[in-house]
């Protein structure tokens, strides 16, 4: 009998393809990121040609925030990054790397322990449909309350126990938990029928269908809430460090930044620029992770 | 010891039982559905018995059944001397289902180790006899891949190697190659038939919509009338075994695939079945 005829229903496409379609995606980024610089750069100079107004159907507009000490050119702000952050001081993008390193670890380290609690909630959630009905709003009203509100509580209680600096982690892991918990649970739950009766019909325990089919069937979702709460909790620290009194942070460099913006701007956009390249940074390495654990095909991608 | 010499000395021992079955379930808007009508089944060891009939006669539902998938309203549910729950706990039979269900993420090895696996046996043993199984179902060198990475038709032969990987003493299938296209399906009709013929007194419940499919694997057809479903009748198949492409050709297989028809059709004609 001919077995083994049969061709795979969709082989793997060939490496060329996939190199091709790394170097479309690289492309088409710089092609957004230099579209954007454009916009940014044309309406500046659109703006000063017509001196700062503009006028639609007989009603002028003042548009005066594309002036210079409003909005830096791009270039002011890629020179600023050179230009010493505080008279006789050290660069400002050595500041911005060592802020943002500092910055990135307070959110690594919130990010686990809301990755830790976010997955423990879903556990529990998935175990239980009375716990689930019981807590789940409150979980989902916690979310609601704006972390500004929360954040100095949390400094003052931390400071009262003596461990200030893990005010920064926690608040960062306030914002963190949720997505993991939410997708999480998704993921534990939404396990298709067949293959859950598959396991009864071994005999397998809960733990082992735990185990063997919920955690394997949720990776993707986990995973997709693990890069949304990557880049929050870059943010979640940054906020966390306004009220704390960190010095050494992103978060202060902001406040100080934008406390002397009128002196100058490109300090500002600069620093934004560190905290977005922080963000995206661990973005691509929990998607470096998700790459390497994830090796099957998904069909949903997220 | 000839095959059909093992047949006939096998056919002893009641493994299956069903006296006087009946299911009906409550579905959402409180309707009762009667899917199952005092059904009485016995099925010995080593036969191959396929369930026929029209869709919603309740055959899946009186493979759940035996499997303990679902419990009966009344009755009850022997599977080889025990409860049906009592033979889940001591996982005497394999189920296969319609669709391949196999787990995405696990190579087409580790598809077939899952039940040893979940059964505790040690590495060496689940790898040797998975790679022993995806052989008899001719998947060998096909270990590593993906299940995305395979057709339909080898999908549902790597789930039919996870159901034999622990041996069990009975395969239950859920129409198993109902969405296989007609050359793939009968060439996992010869291919089933061979596994059958190896397995020791394993005994096979297959359920299908095929006339042809289910004269040519069994011993024995059940015809179920539409719902409530009831057993129109049962048919002995007593073409010579082992089956092959000659069997198709025996003056009895038309006689035995009629017989069959007339039993489906008898029973629609009756109930108004718009199949």
């Not at chain 1, 996939?18 to 479309?24: A, K, L, N, S, V």
Request: glycine share 6%; charged share 20%.
């Amino acid at each position: 009998m001919a077995a083994n005829t049969a061709q795979p229903a969709s082989p793997r496409p060939a490496s060329p393809r996939i190199e091709w379609g790394q170097f479309r995606v690289l492309f088409i980024s710089i092609l957004i990121v230099a579209a954007l610089g454009l916009f940014w750069e044309g309406g500046k100079a659109f703006a000063e040609a017509n001196n700062y107004t503009l006028t639609i159907a007989g009603t002028t507009i003042d548009i005066s925030l594309f002036n210079d000490a409003q909005l830096p050119h791009l270039s002011d702000i890629a020179r600023a990054f050179g230009e010493p952050a505080q008279r006789n001081g050290e660069p400002l993008y050595q500041m911005l790397i060592s802020a943002g390193l500092f910055t990135l670890w307070a959110a690594v380290q919130g990010f686990v322990i809301g990755g830790v609690i976010g997955f423990i909630l879903a556990l529990i959630f998935a175990h239980s449909r009375l716990m689930q009905r019981g807590l789940l709003p409150y979980v989902v009203a916690s979310q609601t309350v704006p972390i500004l509100a929360i954040a100095p509580m949390i400094v003052i209680w931390m400071g009262r126990a003596g461990n200030v600096e893990l005010a920064v982690p926690i608040i960062a892991a306030y914002l963190t938990f949720f997505p993991v918990t939410i997708y999480t649970l998704r993921g534990l739950t939404s396990v298709p029928q067949t293959a859950l009766e598959l396991m009864q019909t071994y005999a397998a325990s809960h733990i082992q269908i735990l185990i063997k089919l919920r955690l394997p069937n949720a990776l993707p979702q986990i995973f997709t809430a693990l890069k949304i709460s990557a880049t929050s909790s870059v943010v979640g620290a940054i906020i966390g460090e306004l009220p704390s009194g960190i010095q050494n942070g992103l978060g202060i460099a902001i406040l100080n930044f934008s406390r002397y913006y009128n002196q100058s701007p490109p300090r500002l956009f600069a620093t934004i620029v560190a905290a977005g390249l922080i963000g995206m940074l661990f973005f691509a390495a929990v998607a470096l992770v998700e790459r390497l654990v994830i090796r099957w095909h998904v069909n949903e991608s997220p | 010891m000839s095959t059909k010499a093992r047949r006939k000395q096998a056919t002893v021992t009641t493994i299956i039982s069903l006296k006087n079955v009946s299911k009906t379930f409550r579905i959402k808007d409180g309707t009762n559905v009667h899917a199952l009508d005092d059904i009485n089944l016995d099925v010995k060891e080593g036969e191959f018995v396929s369930l026929i009939g029209p869709s919603g006669c309740g055959k899946s539902t009186l493979l759940r059944l035996i499997a303990d998938l679902v419990q009966p309203t009344s009755g009850t549910v022997t599977v080889n001397g025990k409860s049906a729950a009592q033979a889940r706990k001591t996982r005497d039979s394999g189920f296969v289902f319609q669709n391949a269900t196999l787990y995405d993420w696990r190579t087409v090895l580790k598809n077939v180790e899952l039940p040893l696996e979940i059964m505790n046996f040690p590495r060496e043993e689940r790898d040797r006899r998975a790679r022993e199984m995806l052989e008899l179902v001719e998947l060998k060198g096909f270990e590593n891949k993906y299940p995305w990475q395979l057709s339909g038709g080898m999908q549902q032969r790597v789930s039919i190697a996870r159901a034999l990987a622990f041996k069990p003493r009975i395969l239950l299938m859920d129409e198993p190659f109902g969405a296989l296209d007609e050359m793939t399906r009968e060439r996992m009709n010869n291919e089933l038939l061979s596994i059958w013929t190896e397995f020791h007194e394993m005994s096979v419940m297959f359920v299908t919509h095929s006339i042809a499919e289910a004269v040519y694997l069994s011993t024995k057809v059940v015809v179920l009338s539409p719902r409530p479903g009831r057993i129109a009748e049962v048919i002995d198949i007593h073409l010579p075994q082992p089956r092959g492409p000659e069997t198709r050709d025996h003056d009895d297989y038309f006689h035995l695939t009629s017989q069959v028809r007339h039993a489906l059709r008898g029973h629609m004609a009756q109930h108004g079945f718009d199949e």
